[in-house]
């Protein structure tokens, strides 16, 4: 186990670059995590984070800048002939598994644990079921927990993450979002999650890092990063949100609430406008109001109010935020 009170630094980068064709991919990222600290890593397709992820497990080699594990600097697979490291395991999107094996036979190749050890990694990983099947049986949710299984039985002390969430049904999702809860807990190992769906890493993640164009632009808690994002693009990552035009002394200022932040108010207040549509997303309806600026989305739990109606707006007491 790590020791927590060593003052041994976990994982650092320092001003890591990345190019490609003479175009950063990746560019001056600097960040550290300690152990057993759940890092999230977000951004749209193409802003750096699967390159980003790969460095740090050493299976591609940084232009600028270093990362160290354990105060030891990651080498790149220019300096490796088998690249990665032994204590940092990568989950691809894309992982392969030995076609007509047993899923035990697969496991008890790379096995280092005991007996009872294992047996705790296979209830981790929701695996004890599947270990007489033969990998062409398995669904691809359950080939993902194998591929998964396979790489802790060597005892990582740090877990990459390339979107496990994708192209996987609700069910499987519901899974192996229940599996990833469980790594820190009943396995002690940290992890670092590539992911682009909010709801993946906004209960999970300690701390979320928002990549835009190779660069960090925000990191921050989950709460900050969903209330207080710096810009549109962070905003528009982790859901719905509404920008309203708040005149302050001749000032226009935008106000950033999100749809719950809205609800509607029996009394008059100084903002109102007409219903223009009502969707249900099963848990909650999603609601339109045409304002005299702009149009409003808010969140309601019944569908008393129908598109036509003049409703007042008001907003819920918490810090305000403008972008």
């Known amino acids: 186990m790590y020791d927590l009170f060593s003052s041994m630094s976990f994982l650092k980068l320092s001003s890591v670059g990345k190019k490609i064709s003479g175009l950063y991919t990746v560019k001056d990222i600097s960040f550290s995590q300690e152990p057993l600290q759940n890092i999230a890593i977000a951004g749209e397709t193409g802003s750096g984070k699967t390159t980003l992820l790969k460095m740090i497990g050493g299976f591609v080699q940084p232009d600028e800048g270093e990362i160290k594990f354990e105060d030891i600097r990651i080498k790149g697979p220019d300096e490796k002939l088998l690249p990665g490291h032994p204590r940092i395991a990568y989950l691809s999107q894309h992982f392969e598994l030995r076609n007509n094996y047993y899923v035990h036979e697969i496991l008890e190749y790379a096995n280092q644990l ?84 909010a709801a993946d890493v906004l209960a999970w993640a300690d701390t979320i890092i928002v990549m835009k164009d190779g660069a960090v632009i925000q990191q ?65 309806y999603c609601m339109q109001v045409q304002t005299a600026k702009e149009l409003v989305k808010i969140f309601i739990n019944d569908k008393k109010i129908k598109p036509g109606d003049i409703v007042n707006l008001a907003f819920r007491d918490r810090t305000y935020w403008y972008l």
């Open 114 to 197: 005991t007996d009872s050890e294992a047996n705790i990694l296979y209830s981790v990983c929701r695996i004890e079921h599947l270990l007489s099947r033969r990998t062409d049986q398995l669904s691809g949710g359950e080939k993902q927990r194998i591929a998964l299984a396979r790489l802790l039985i060597s005892s990582p002390k740090l877990l990459l993450l390339d979107e496990p969430f994708s192209n996987l049904d609700a069910i499987h999702k519901e899974i192996i979002r229940s599996v990833i809860a469980d790594l820190r807990e009943r396995l002690q190992v940290s992890c670092i999650m590539v992911s682009h769906d």
């Open 220 to 284: 921050s808690t989950p709460e900050k990063i969903y209330y207080n994002p710096v810009d549109e693009y962070c905003a528009a990552l982790f859901g719905e949100y509404n920008l309203i035009d708040i005149q302050n002394n001749s000032v226009t200022r935008k106000l950033f609430l999100r749809p719950e932040d809205i609800f509607i108010s029996p009394a008059e207040t100084s903002v109102n406008g007409t219903v223009t549509n009502v969707q249900f997303h099963g848990s909650y």
